[in-house]
């Protein structure tokens, strides 16, 4: 089925599920469930799923067939994500879309925690930079592009909950399995001399970031989510205030008009739709900055153990990982020429990844992948390697 369908049989039943039964499936009987599906109905049905469905009878109206609800809900501008949640907007990549050096901004995840500004008009935009500074600043987004050194860095966001599907016990959020990182190239000024435009005082030891969109449940005064850095991180030179991404404006849903982009770190801290930032004396204590929120074991701990207070710290620098982004998990290949190149990305936060291994037998062995520098400090390097594999079936790479 096309994906223009897809999506229309989605808006037909956010509309009206009831009636949207009746179209897409034939009649709704009075207490609320599917009716008989005989003929037209079942035909429709048939055609849309490929399949009947034995207990179509038990099945409540409005329920969106899983197999037509998937990727029903298109993000404009974003193409092949797998949408995991609508409200907020939650997408994340397909590992073998994420092969370019350069990540698309079409097929850059989108993790929102509240709804996004809709006036994101560029020209009217401005960005604070109050607290603990000399003078404190508002600057256009013409500003920054006129009176501040431009930069152009690849640099790599990832999610802290990137790949959370696969702890065991489950952890509560959306169930990211590996795409909620992407590496584009962002235009931009450097963080930090904006913040030494404003005079950092002393007595900054802490930043904190605000953006325009609101929360979920429509209070004003509450915000989706306020993160910070401690300062000497904020200073760091690869943080870009940007306003491109891929040489173009910024995606409605990465932030435009203008974003943070702390790479290295939690991709909570490069804070979208950027308005304002406070320097503060204080670890900042804004949404997702207290409990529980990213914070790990200092030291590692058995899934699921109950760890002290005081053994937590904030996530900061991004564990190492990779990535194989081509071929596509599930191919086949043939015994005549068991030979496979495999690639992908491999990251490490702050750090740079050195060697790169890969395993087919699970573990037991390894051979040494070729691993390539980063473009620039805090892009992902790129790797290759080739396997051999010794007999027919099935294998992990
Ligand atoms: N204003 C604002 N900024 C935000 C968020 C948000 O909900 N609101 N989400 C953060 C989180 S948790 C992540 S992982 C990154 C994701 O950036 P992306 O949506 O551009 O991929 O944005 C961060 N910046
Ligand atoms: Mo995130």
């Given at each position: ?17 009831e ?30 799923l ?38 907020p ?20 995840f ?89 005079g ?29 850095v ?26 435009a ?125 790129r ?14 790479v």
């Open positions: 089925m096309s994906d223009k369908k897809k999506a229309d049989i989605f808006e037909l039943y956010a509309q009206d599920p009636q949207a039964d009746e179209i897409v499936f034939g009649r709704v009987s009075d207490e609320g469930r599917r009716g008989f599906l005989k003929g037209a109905g079942l035909a429709t049905m048939g055609a849309l490929g399949a009947s469905i034995p207990f179509h009878r038990n099945m409540p109206s409005g329920l969106i067939p899983a197999a037509l609800a998937e990727n029903a809900f298109k993000i404009e501008g974003k193409d092949g994500l797998t949408v995991l949640n609508d409200r907007v939650n997408a994340e990549t397909p590992a073998h879309l994420l092969d370019d050096d350069v990540t698309p901004s079409a097929r850059h989108v993790r929102n925690n509240g709804i996004p500004p809709t006036n994101t008009n560029a020209k009217e935009w401005t960005l604070t930079i109050d607290g603990h500074v000399n003078k404190p600043l508002t600057l256009s987004i013409e500003q920054l592009r006129s009176e501040f050194e431009r930069m152009r860095l690849n640099l790599q966001i990832e999610c802290g909950g990137n790949g959370r599907a696969f702890f065991e016990p489950k952890a509560k959020g959306n169930q990211w399995t590996v795409g909620a990182v992407a590496c584009a190239e962002w235009t931009g000024v450097r963080l930090r001399d904006v913040l030494n435009r404003a950092v005082k002393n007595s900054a030891i802490y930043t904190a970031h605000y953006g325009a969109d609101t929360h979920l449940s429509g209070d004003p005064a509450k915000l989706p989510i306020s993160r910070g401690p300062i000497d991180k904020a200073m760091e030179e690869h943080n870009l205030i940007a306003f491109e991404m891929n040489g173009e404006p910024l995606h409605a849903m990465n932030g008009p203008l974003r943070l982009v702390i790479p290295g770190w939690p991709g909570s801290f490069s804070h979208k739709w950027l308005n304002r930032i406070q320097l503060r004396d204080v670890v900042h204590d804004g949404p997702k900055m207290t409990g529980k929120a990213y914070r790990v074991p200092k030291h590692p701990v058995e899934p699921g153990a109950k760890v002290d207070e005081k053994d937590m710290m904030f996530i900061e620098s991004m564990p190492v990982k990779s990535l194989i982004t081509n071929p596509m998990s599930g191919v086949k290949i043939s015994v005549d020429n068991p030979v496979l190149d495999v690639r992908g990305h491999a990251w490490a936060g702050d750090n740079t990844v050195k060697e790169m291994y890969v395993s087919i037998d699970f573990g037991a062995s390894w051979v040494k992948a070729k691993l390539y520098r980063p473009k620039n400090r805090y892009a992902w390097q790797w290759n390697a080739q396997v051999q594999f010794p007999s027919a079936g099935y294998y992990e």
